[in-house]
């Protein structure tokens, strides 16, 4: 079965920078496109940045535009989402996820992780 890990959240200020790390332990077969979602209280779950798994082909919600940056090491089978410029808006639960390019347009996500809570303070 595919599992995914994520790792790397915590609690910044306001300003501040994570990296989010997810492992897939095994290949995700019938998905194309890695991607990050997030759930933060009282909000609809969000995709925030995603990356074409056959090439370098990424998406970012206009929310972290300029401010994160998703990439993969296909050798490590990881993904990372660098998090920069942290706002408390930010604040909420990341959850890493396995899908198709189709998938992700319509939020549809094939496999995803347990999460890893980030806390942004003002």
């Known amino acids: 079965q595919v599992q995914l890990m994520e790792s790397g959240g915590g609690s910044v200020q306001t300003g501040g920078s994570l990296r989010l790390s997810c492992a897939v332990s095994r290949h995700t077969d019938g998905t194309n496109c890695m991607g990050w979602f997030r759930h933060g209280p009282g909000k609809e779950r969000e995709g925030v940045a995603a990356i074409y798994t056959g090439g370098s082909a990424t998406y970012y919600a206009d929310s972290v535009k300029c401010r994160f940056t998703i990439s993969q090491d296909n050798a490590k089978n990881t993904v990372y989402l660098r998090m920069n410029s942290l706002i408390p808006e930010d604040t909420a639960m990341y959850y890493c996820?396995?899908?198709?390019?189709?998938?992700?347009?319509?939020?549809?996500?094939?496999?995803w992780g347990q999460g890893t809570q980030v806390t942004v303070s003002s």
């Open positions: 996820t396995a899908t198709t390019l189709m998938g992700w347009i319509r939020h549809e996500y094939n496999y």
